[in-house]
């Protein structure tokens, strides 16, 4: 069991806009604002996209945007692209026990 | 720019030790922390430990009791050794920088190695 928690899947149609949301404690997600987001399409190594909650590295789409909200953050892909089919993972530094804990990761699927 | 690539043999016998090789290219090992993570098949990320290249370490305490991370900066190399394996430890593993010195900020990955521990 992922310490973050993730919806195992979600969806959307070309153009449109999703949310994946990463739920954590006051131990991880709630008490720092060190929270990243990772893409991983199959076969292939996570990449990236979101660091420190809303920072995108420099190459990344800004259709990427990452936010924080108590103990939760999410990720938001808007004008989705069949590019953007892929899993997910959240990531956050974390004061209990290890210092990085990850969601379980959302698979995003593209219509 | 920097590439990592993991090296190490696909498969262990249960009981025995998991040894990796990360190879850093177009970059120093130096002044950063590298990580370690894998993931099981059809599963998520698990974090493993991460070092600062002068050989400071963190571990995940799930794993400590049996995790040993090394560098050898003269090489620009990385090293994973993983005692006691069972299939559990069966996963793809990565190595990765860590960027700013913040844990979860990992900006390069190598493509990992996929490990299966089996008799």
């Known amino acids: 069991q992922s310490a973050l928690t993730q919806p195992a899947s979600v969806s959307g149609s070309p153009g449109q806009s999703i949310t994946i949301s990463c739920t954590g404690t006051?131990?991880?997600?709630?008490?720092?604002?060190?929270v990243s987001w990772y893409q991983q399409h199959p076969g292939k190594a996570p990449k990236l996209i979101i660091y420190?909650?809303?920072s995108r590295p420099s190459g990344v789409s800004n259709r990427f945007s990452g936010s924080k909200s108590g103990d939760t953050a999410s990720l938001t892909i808007s004008g989705l692209q069949a590019e953007d089919e892929a899993d997910y993972y959240c990531?956050?530094?974390?004061?209990?026990?290890?210092?990085?804990?990850f969601g379980g990761g959302s698979k995003l699927t593209v219509l | 720019q920097v590439q990592l690539h993991e090296s190490g043999p696909g498969l262990v016998k249960p009981s025995e030790t998991l040894s990796l090789t990360c190879t850093v290219s177009?970059?120093?090992?130096?002044?950063?922390?590298w990580s370690w993570l894998r993931q099981p098949p059809g599963k998520g990320l698990e974090w493993i430990g991460y070092m600062y290249s002068s050989g400071s370490t963190d571990y995940n305490p799930s794993l400590k009791s049996r995790v040993t991370m090394s560098v050898d900066t003269s090489k620009n190399q990385l090293y994973l050794r993983l005692r006691y394996v069972t299939a559990a430890d069966t996963a793809v593993y990565f190595c990765s920088r860590v960027q700013f010195a913040v844990a979860v900020n990992m900006d390069v990955w190598g493509e990992g190695t996929t490990v299966s521990v089996s008799s």
């Open positions: 006051s131990s991880d997600v709630g008490a720092f604002d060190y």
């Open positions: 177009g970059g120093s090992i130096n002044n950063y922390y």
């Open positions: 420190d909650v809303s």
């Open positions: 990531g956050s530094y974390s004061s209990s026990g290890t210092l990085v804990v």
